[in-house]
Nanobody, 124 residues
Framework: QVQLVESGGGSVQAGGSLRLFCLVS????????MGWFRQVPGKERERVAV???????LYTDSVKGRFTISQDNAKNTLYLQMNSLKPEDTAIYYC??????????????????WGQGTQVTVSS
C-alpha cells in the first residue's frame, strides 16, 4: 500500500518562502502522476501542481511563476517550493501519487492515494 507523508509546512510572512516535502513509500511504478493540492476549511480541495513520470509539470494559474513542483526519485521524495507567498496561499497542503497508464493527463487525474496534510499559514 502506498504511503505518503508530508512535512515542511509552517508559518511565514507574506513574500516569504517554504519548501514542502512528501516522502512516498511503497511506490515503484514506472508511469505515475504525483501532485500537490490544498484545502481551506469550508472550501473544496484545489489542485496546485502536478508532475508526471515523463517530467511534465502543470500548475494552477494562481501559483504559476511562484511555486515549483519537483521530485527526487533516489530519495522517493516529492517537493513543492513555494516563493513569494501570499495570505491567500494559507491552507492545508496535501500530496498525492498514483500509478497510471500511458497517456494519462495528470492535471485531470482523480488521485486515490493521499498524505495526511501539512498546514501552511501566510500572514500579511
Amino acid at each position: 500500500q502506498v504511503q505518503l507523508v508530508e512535512s515542511g509546512g509552517g508559518s511565514v510572512q507574506a513574500g516569504g518562502s517554504l519548501r514542502l516535502f512528501c516522502l512516498v513509500s511503497r511506490f515503484t511504478y514506472s508511469r505515475y502522476c504525483m501532485g500537490w493540492f490544498r484545502q481551506v476549511p469550508g472550501k473544496e480541495r484545489e489542485r496546485v501542481a502536478v508532475i508526471g513520470s515523463d517530467g511534465i509539470t502543470l500548475y494552477t494559474d494562481s501559483v504559476k511563476g511562484r511555486f515549483t513542483i519537483s521530485q527526487d526519485n533516489a530519495k522517493n521524495t516529492l517537493y513543492l517550493q513555494m516563493n513569494s507567498l501570499k495570505p491567500e496561499d494559507t491552507a492545508i497542503y496535501y500530496c498525492a501519487a498514483d500509478p497510471v497508464v500511458f497517456g494519462t493527463n495528470c492535471y485531470t487525474w482523480n488521485f486515490k492515494n493521499w498524505g495526511q496534510g501539512t498546514q501552511v499559514t501566510v500572514s500579511s
